[in-house]
Protein backbone atom coordinates (compact mmCIF):
# COMPACT_ATOMS: atom_id res chain seq x y z
CA UNK A 1 0.00 0.00 0.00
CA UNK A 2 2.81 2.64 0.87
CA UNK A 3 2.41 6.01 1.97
CA UNK A 4 -0.42 8.46 0.52
CA UNK A 5 -0.09 12.16 0.04
CA UNK A 6 -3.86 12.24 -0.35
CA UNK A 7 -6.81 10.33 0.23
CA UNK A 8 -10.43 11.19 -0.49
CA UNK A 9 -13.51 9.74 1.18
CA UNK A 10 -17.10 9.73 -0.50
CA UNK A 11 -19.01 9.64 -3.72
CA UNK A 12 -18.41 8.22 -7.05
CA UNK A 13 -21.49 9.10 -8.95
CA UNK A 14 -22.07 9.64 -12.94
CA UNK A 15 -22.44 13.46 -14.11
CA UNK A 16 -25.65 12.77 -16.29
CA UNK A 17 -26.20 15.78 -18.82
CA UNK A 18 -28.62 15.60 -21.89
CA UNK A 19 -26.55 13.41 -24.11
CA UNK A 20 -23.93 11.82 -22.22
CA UNK A 21 -22.78 10.78 -18.83
CA UNK A 22 -19.59 12.01 -16.77
CA UNK A 23 -17.68 9.90 -13.87
CA UNK A 24 -17.69 12.51 -11.39
CA UNK A 25 -18.29 13.10 -7.44
CA UNK A 26 -16.70 15.43 -5.48
CA UNK A 27 -13.71 13.19 -3.69
CA UNK A 28 -13.38 11.54 -6.84
CA UNK A 29 -12.96 14.69 -9.40
CA UNK A 30 -10.43 15.67 -6.43
CA UNK A 31 -8.36 12.97 -6.43
CA UNK A 32 -8.33 13.27 -10.04
CA UNK A 33 -7.43 16.62 -10.26
CA UNK A 34 -4.51 16.02 -7.28
CA UNK A 35 -2.91 12.88 -8.83
CA UNK A 36 -3.05 15.49 -12.36
CA UNK A 37 -0.74 17.78 -10.30
CA UNK A 38 1.65 14.81 -8.93
CA UNK A 39 0.40 13.87 -5.75
CA UNK A 40 -0.19 10.14 -4.43
CA UNK A 41 -3.57 9.85 -4.34
CA UNK A 42 -6.13 7.57 -3.25
CA UNK A 43 -9.75 7.19 -3.52
CA UNK A 44 -12.33 5.32 -0.57
CA UNK A 45 -16.09 4.81 -2.18
CA UNK A 46 -18.48 2.39 -2.95
CA UNK A 47 -19.93 1.48 -6.44
CA UNK A 48 -22.89 -1.17 -8.11
CA UNK A 49 -22.12 -4.82 -8.93
CA UNK A 50 -23.30 -4.22 -12.89
CA UNK A 51 -20.78 -5.31 -15.46
CA UNK A 52 -20.56 -1.72 -16.91
CA UNK A 53 -19.47 -0.66 -13.53
CA UNK A 54 -16.21 -2.26 -14.04
CA UNK A 55 -15.06 0.46 -16.08
CA UNK A 56 -15.08 2.86 -12.98
CA UNK A 57 -11.76 1.04 -11.81
CA UNK A 58 -10.43 1.42 -15.06
CA UNK A 59 -10.83 4.66 -15.15
CA UNK A 60 -9.41 5.62 -12.19
CA UNK A 61 -6.61 3.93 -13.25
CA UNK A 62 -5.98 5.73 -16.21
CA UNK A 63 -6.12 8.71 -14.15
CA UNK A 64 -3.12 7.46 -11.80
CA UNK A 65 -5.92 6.93 -8.64
CA UNK A 66 -5.60 4.10 -6.43
CA UNK A 67 -9.08 3.21 -5.73
CA UNK A 68 -10.27 1.55 -3.17
CA UNK A 69 -13.95 0.97 -4.31
CA UNK A 70 -16.19 -1.44 -2.12
CA UNK A 71 -18.85 -3.78 -4.54
CA UNK A 72 -22.20 -3.62 -3.40
CA UNK A 73 -25.72 -4.45 -4.21
CA UNK A 74 -26.68 -0.63 -4.32
CA UNK A 75 -26.48 1.16 -7.72
CA UNK A 76 -23.67 3.42 -8.26
CA UNK A 77 -24.73 7.27 -7.61
CA UNK A 78 -26.19 9.56 -10.28
CA UNK A 79 -26.24 13.05 -10.41
CA UNK A 80 -28.54 14.88 -12.80
CA UNK A 81 -27.55 18.32 -14.04
CA UNK A 82 -28.33 21.27 -15.62
CA UNK A 83 -26.75 24.29 -16.29
CA UNK A 84 -28.07 27.45 -16.23
CA UNK A 85 -27.35 30.53 -17.96
CA UNK A 86 -24.26 31.42 -16.10
CA UNK A 87 -23.15 27.77 -17.12
CA UNK A 88 -23.68 27.11 -12.94
CA UNK A 89 -24.37 23.60 -12.91
CA UNK A 90 -27.82 22.06 -10.23
CA UNK A 91 -27.77 19.01 -9.44
CA UNK A 92 -30.49 16.47 -8.96
CA UNK A 93 -28.82 13.31 -6.89
CA UNK A 94 -30.38 10.01 -6.47
CA UNK A 95 -30.89 8.65 -3.04
CA UNK A 96 -29.64 5.50 -1.38
CA UNK A 97 -26.58 4.80 -4.12
CA UNK A 98 -23.27 2.45 -2.66
CA UNK A 99 -21.62 5.02 -1.58
CA UNK A 100 -23.87 5.32 1.02
CA UNK A 101 -23.14 2.29 2.14
CA UNK A 102 -19.18 2.88 2.70
CA UNK A 103 -18.27 -0.14 5.01
CA UNK A 104 -15.36 0.22 7.82
CA UNK A 105 -12.40 -2.66 7.43
CA UNK A 106 -8.78 -3.01 8.30
CA UNK A 107 -7.25 -2.06 4.74
CA UNK A 108 -9.24 1.32 5.35
CA UNK A 109 -8.19 2.02 8.91
CA UNK A 110 -4.54 1.22 7.68
CA UNK A 111 -4.68 3.68 4.78
CA UNK A 112 -5.89 6.69 6.58
CA UNK A 113 -2.95 6.38 8.76
CA UNK A 114 -0.76 6.54 6.44
CA UNK A 115 -1.85 9.72 4.39
CA UNK A 116 -0.67 13.30 4.69
CA UNK A 117 -4.23 14.96 3.87
CA UNK A 118 -7.59 13.10 4.46
CA UNK A 119 -10.36 15.08 2.33
CA UNK A 120 -13.98 14.33 2.75
CA UNK A 121 -17.22 16.68 2.09
CA UNK A 122 -21.34 16.40 3.33
CA UNK A 123 -22.86 14.40 0.66
CA UNK A 124 -21.18 10.96 1.66
CA UNK A 125 -22.20 11.45 5.12
CA UNK A 126 -25.87 11.56 4.42
CA UNK A 127 -26.51 7.88 5.18
CA UNK A 128 -26.12 6.38 8.53
CA UNK A 129 -24.06 3.43 7.45
CA UNK A 130 -20.97 5.54 5.66
CA UNK A 131 -20.98 8.33 8.27
CA UNK A 132 -20.35 6.04 10.84
CA UNK A 133 -17.67 4.77 8.77
CA UNK A 134 -15.89 8.23 7.96
CA UNK A 135 -16.55 9.35 11.81
CA UNK A 136 -14.43 6.33 12.96
CA UNK A 137 -12.06 6.54 9.92
CA UNK A 138 -11.35 10.55 11.50
CA UNK A 139 -10.88 9.27 14.72
CA UNK A 140 -7.68 7.41 13.73
CA UNK A 141 -6.04 9.33 11.11
CA UNK A 142 -3.19 12.09 12.37
CA UNK A 143 -3.23 13.58 8.72
CA UNK A 144 -4.01 17.07 8.14
CA UNK A 145 -8.12 16.92 7.29
CA UNK A 146 -9.91 18.88 4.54
CA UNK A 147 -13.16 19.44 4.47
CA UNK A 148 -14.88 20.38 1.47
CA UNK A 149 -18.62 21.72 2.44
CA UNK A 150 -20.35 20.92 -1.06
CA UNK A 151 -23.60 21.20 0.03
CA UNK A 152 -26.51 19.75 -1.90
CA UNK A 153 -30.28 19.42 -2.12
CA UNK A 154 -31.41 16.20 -0.37
CA UNK A 155 -29.34 16.36 2.82
CA UNK A 156 -31.76 16.18 5.28
CA UNK A 157 -29.74 16.10 8.34
CA UNK A 158 -27.26 18.74 6.65
CA UNK A 159 -26.69 20.87 9.82
CA UNK A 160 -25.60 18.52 12.07
CA UNK A 161 -23.31 16.61 9.86
CA UNK A 162 -21.10 20.03 9.06
CA UNK A 163 -21.94 21.20 12.94
CA UNK A 164 -19.81 17.29 13.65
CA UNK A 165 -17.12 17.80 10.37
CA UNK A 166 -16.14 21.36 11.41
CA UNK A 167 -15.04 19.22 14.49
CA UNK A 168 -12.69 17.18 12.82
CA UNK A 169 -11.31 19.50 10.33
CA UNK A 170 -7.97 21.05 9.00
CA UNK A 171 -8.60 22.91 6.55
CA UNK A 172 -12.13 24.17 5.78
CA UNK A 173 -13.35 25.09 2.00
CA UNK A 174 -16.53 26.33 0.96
CA UNK A 175 -18.44 28.63 -1.40
CA UNK A 176 -19.87 32.40 0.09
CA UNK A 177 -23.10 30.95 0.05
CA UNK A 178 -21.90 27.80 2.52
CA UNK A 179 -20.31 29.76 4.30
CA UNK A 180 -23.47 32.01 5.39
CA UNK A 181 -25.01 28.66 6.83
CA UNK A 182 -21.69 27.09 8.09
CA UNK A 183 -21.24 30.15 9.97
CA UNK A 184 -24.76 30.09 11.54
CA UNK A 185 -24.47 26.32 12.07
CA UNK A 186 -21.36 26.61 14.36
CA UNK A 187 -22.73 29.67 16.17
CA UNK A 188 -20.31 32.70 14.75
CA UNK A 189 -20.56 36.27 13.08
CA UNK A 190 -17.16 36.30 11.47
CA UNK A 191 -13.97 33.81 11.23
CA UNK A 192 -12.85 35.12 13.93
CA UNK A 193 -15.24 33.51 16.14
CA UNK A 194 -14.89 30.40 13.83
CA UNK A 195 -11.39 30.02 14.57
CA UNK A 196 -11.95 30.50 18.49
CA UNK A 197 -14.58 27.70 18.77
CA UNK A 198 -12.72 25.25 16.64
CA UNK A 199 -9.31 23.24 15.78
CA UNK A 200 -9.24 25.28 12.18
CA UNK A 201 -6.17 26.46 10.98
CA UNK A 202 -7.45 27.64 7.72
CA UNK A 203 -10.31 28.62 5.81
CA UNK A 204 -10.97 28.85 1.94
CA UNK A 205 -13.93 30.87 0.56
CA UNK A 206 -14.67 31.17 -3.27
CA UNK A 207 -16.43 33.52 -4.54
CA UNK A 208 -17.18 32.19 -8.17
CA UNK A 209 -15.84 34.12 -11.08
CA UNK A 210 -14.91 37.18 -8.29
CA UNK A 211 -12.11 35.16 -7.16
CA UNK A 212 -11.43 33.70 -3.75
CA UNK A 213 -10.71 34.24 0.28
CA UNK A 214 -8.51 32.51 2.60
CA UNK A 215 -8.37 33.23 6.07
CA UNK A 216 -5.83 32.16 8.68
CA UNK A 217 -5.60 32.14 12.44
CA UNK A 218 -4.17 35.11 13.29
CA UNK A 219 -3.89 36.22 10.31
CA UNK A 220 -5.18 39.53 8.01
CA UNK A 221 -7.55 37.36 5.47
CA UNK A 222 -6.14 37.36 1.98
CA UNK A 223 -8.22 37.57 -1.59
CA UNK A 224 -6.93 36.16 -4.81
CA UNK A 225 -9.08 37.39 -7.94
CA UNK A 226 -9.67 35.23 -10.76
CA UNK A 227 -8.55 36.01 -14.09
CA UNK A 228 -11.24 36.01 -17.11
CA UNK A 229 -11.69 32.87 -19.10
CA UNK A 230 -14.41 32.17 -21.50
CA UNK A 231 -16.46 29.84 -19.47
CA UNK A 232 -17.59 26.86 -20.30
CA UNK A 233 -18.79 24.71 -17.58
CA UNK A 234 -17.58 25.01 -13.78
CA UNK A 235 -18.51 21.54 -13.19
CA UNK A 236 -15.84 20.17 -10.83
CA UNK A 237 -14.03 24.00 -10.72
CA UNK A 238 -14.55 23.50 -6.93
CA UNK A 239 -12.86 20.31 -6.57
CA UNK A 240 -9.93 21.67 -8.59
CA UNK A 241 -9.81 24.65 -5.90
CA UNK A 242 -9.67 22.19 -3.19
CA UNK A 243 -6.93 20.09 -5.08
CA UNK A 244 -4.65 23.05 -6.25
CA UNK A 245 -4.94 24.02 -2.17
CA UNK A 246 -4.16 20.45 -1.16
CA UNK A 247 -1.32 20.28 -3.67
CA UNK A 248 -0.10 23.97 -2.20
CA UNK A 249 0.22 22.61 1.34
CA UNK A 250 1.77 19.54 0.97
CA UNK A 251 4.67 21.17 -1.08
CA UNK A 252 4.54 23.66 2.08
CA UNK A 253 3.64 26.82 -0.83
CA UNK A 254 3.08 30.49 1.61
CA UNK A 255 -0.90 31.14 2.23
CA UNK A 256 -0.87 33.21 -0.85
CA UNK A 257 0.87 31.55 -3.06
CA UNK A 258 -1.38 28.65 -2.55
CA UNK A 259 -4.26 30.86 -3.20
CA UNK A 260 -3.17 32.14 -5.98
CA UNK A 261 -2.35 28.89 -7.90
CA UNK A 262 -5.94 27.55 -6.60
CA UNK A 263 -7.96 30.25 -8.16
CA UNK A 264 -6.00 29.48 -11.35
CA UNK A 265 -6.06 26.51 -11.65
CA UNK A 266 -10.21 26.50 -11.02
CA UNK A 267 -10.53 29.24 -13.42
CA UNK A 268 -8.52 26.84 -16.59
CA UNK A 269 -10.53 24.18 -15.83
CA UNK A 270 -14.02 26.35 -16.46
CA UNK A 271 -12.83 26.47 -20.00
CA UNK A 272 -13.72 22.73 -20.36
CA UNK A 273 -16.63 20.65 -20.55
CA UNK A 274 -17.26 18.55 -17.45
CA UNK A 275 -15.19 18.20 -14.54
CA UNK A 276 -12.49 16.17 -15.49
CA UNK A 277 -12.03 16.59 -19.12
CA UNK A 278 -9.67 14.86 -21.58
CA UNK A 279 -8.75 17.95 -23.33
CA UNK A 280 -7.93 19.93 -20.52
CA UNK A 281 -5.74 17.03 -19.58
CA UNK A 282 -4.02 17.46 -23.07
CA UNK A 283 -4.07 21.34 -23.30
CA UNK A 284 -3.56 22.72 -19.56
CA UNK A 285 -0.13 24.20 -18.70
CA UNK A 286 -1.52 24.49 -15.30
CA UNK A 287 1.08 21.33 -14.12
CA UNK A 288 3.45 23.11 -11.59
CA UNK A 289 6.83 23.27 -11.18
CA UNK A 290 8.32 21.80 -7.95
CA UNK A 291 9.37 24.64 -5.95
Known sequence: MGHFDLVCFGEVLYDVYETREV??????????????????????????????????????????????????????????????ENKVP?????????????????????????????YFGTLCQRNEESRNTLSELLAVTESETVYDVNLRRGISSWESIVKNSLNHTSILKMNVEESVKVKEIAGCRNMKQMFDKTNLGQIFVTLGEKGAYLYQRDENPLFV??????????????????????????????????????????????????????????ESEMKPVKA
Open 90 to 118: RFSIEEDSAYDHIRKTETLVKLVENTDFF
Open 23 to 84: LAGAPLNTASFASFLGLKTGLISAIGNKKSDEKIEQELTNRNVESFLQRNNYSTGKARIELD
Open 225 to 282: GAPKVDVVDTTGCGDAFTAALIYGFHERWSGKRILEFAVEFASEVARYEGAFDHEFLV
